[in-house]
């Protein structure tokens, strides 16, 4: 059944894409002649914003030509809150009335991009840049004229000066097919003879809630250079113990704003995690992060990592790991999206079997369609090969090579949400396939996330 659902979404995303000049096309405006409406955007041009909200406002909810009444309600919101007499309190009650009335034209008319600027602009001036950064970057991929571009470049180099804390957290319900991974096998065979499990050794399953959060502070140490400190903290809850999961980590170190568009960090890293209540592992290390802009649509990104691993139990385990990925990010529109990350992986643990060499690709498409819908969809592959003797897990001592292939699929509504925040639906098929004995499986999950939006 989900994996049916997976390849319905699917299916919509694709044809989504393929018809979003069409889309494009349909989201064309018209001004309204109603003598009213008329009044209150002369009103808007010649500076009289308070006048013009109050003949707007009570036209708002029905008016038949809602998308240009609800467009200049939140353009003559946005600039009362920037004039000089305007206190903090109403100043932050006309961009939220602002961010309300234009977010209504986008659930319907994603492809406005007049109207996601003035969004952009309106989060950004309400000091919410995530959000305005994320809408800025949609719009240049709508190819505004060159005086807009210049604009919006220097909106996002003035967020990426002034930004100083910043904050994130969610919460999930999480049902796991097989919570504990396991294969479906019955039988190993050891020195060729057959062996049948124990009745308590296949796939659980369950109902679980994931729980994360974390915050960071940036202080400034010159024109183009930050210290950053930040922790992240993730929580995962399941029937028992067994599969509880606990991570905290935490990072200290520099950040140089290299220039237009190019930014660098360096970062002293530290990990631990538990397992089922206990402390299982700690590592200490460090990561560079590095982000360059290309042009108005494509950004790439780069993250290289060193961990060494200590474990509380296993000894054997213990041992460094690097991890390097490129990702990429390319708006084809202003309303979709592709991604593509790269990456490999190694780990050195003192156990020779348990070394192992991992590389994969990610790829996903989001699209942002009418009536406040939002999909997304990602097909991952992974590669691991492992060292040494694997019998007899495997045929004539041969080494573990384990094939890994991910499928989501994500959809939200963004007509629906709750302080900001939209329910989520994520689904996951995973499997696994190993020529190891019992080290290959196949699991379906399931999240319900809350998200923000707009």
Known sequence: MIVTTMKWICTLAVAALLHAPALAASDRSHLSSDPRVVDARALVESGRFSEALTVL?????DHPDRT???????????????????????????????IAALRAILIDRPGL????????????????????HEHF???????????????????????????RWSGWFGATLAPD???????????????????????????????????????????????RLRLRAGADLARREYAGKDFDQTFLSGHVGPRWLVGRGT??????????????????????????????????????????????????QDESLDGPQA????????????????????????????SVFQRNATRWARMGLSVALPLGFSLHGSTELRRTDFKGDWSPFTS?????????????????????????????????????????????????RAELRFVRQF
């Open 137 to 163: 970057e949609r719009v240049l991929a709508g190819g505004p004229p060159p005086a807009m571009v210049a604009n919006i470049r220097r909106f996002l180099e003035e967020m990426r000066a002034r930004r």
């Open 263 to 312: 930014e660098a960090s360096l970062l002293a890293s530290a990990r631990r995690r538990w397992t089922a209540g206990k402390p299982e592992s700690h590592s200490l290390g460090a990561r560079f992060e590095s982000e360059h802009r290309f042009s108005r649509r494509l950004t790439a990104s780069l993250r290289a990592a060193w961990h060494q691993h200590r474990y509380r």
């Open 323 to 350: 991890t390097l990925a490129l990702s990429t990010a390319w708006l084809l529109t202003s309303t979709v999206r592709t991604d593509l990350t790269i990456g490999h992986e190694r780990e050195r643990p003192e």
């Open 396 to 444: 004539a001592g041969a080494s573990r090579a384990d094939r890994t292939r991910i499928l989501r699929v994500s959809i939200f509504n963004r007509a629906f949400t709750l302080r900001g925040f939209s329910p989520q639906l994520v689904l996951v098929n995973e499997a696994r396939e190993s020529n190891a004995q019992l080290h290959d499986y196949r699991r379906n």
């Open 113 to 132: 991009v007049r109207v996601r600027l003035e969004l952009a602009r309106a989060f950004f001036l309400k000091r919410e840049d995530d959000l305005s």
């Open 68 to 98: 240009d009444v609800l467009f200049l309600l939140g353009l003559a919101a946005i600039e009362a809150s920037r004039q000089a007499d305007t206190g903090e309190a109403e100043r932050t009650a006309l961009l939220d009335e602002a």
């Open 177 to 223: 097919s097989n919570v504990n991974a396991a294969s479906d096998s019955d039988v190993i065979h050891i020195g060729g003879l057959p062996f049948r499990r124990g009745a308590d050794a296949g796939a659980r399953s369950g109902v679980g809630a994931i729980l994360w959060g974390g915050g960071e502070y940036q202080h400034p140490l010159g024109r």
């Open 57 to 61: 406002r009570p036209l708002a909810p």
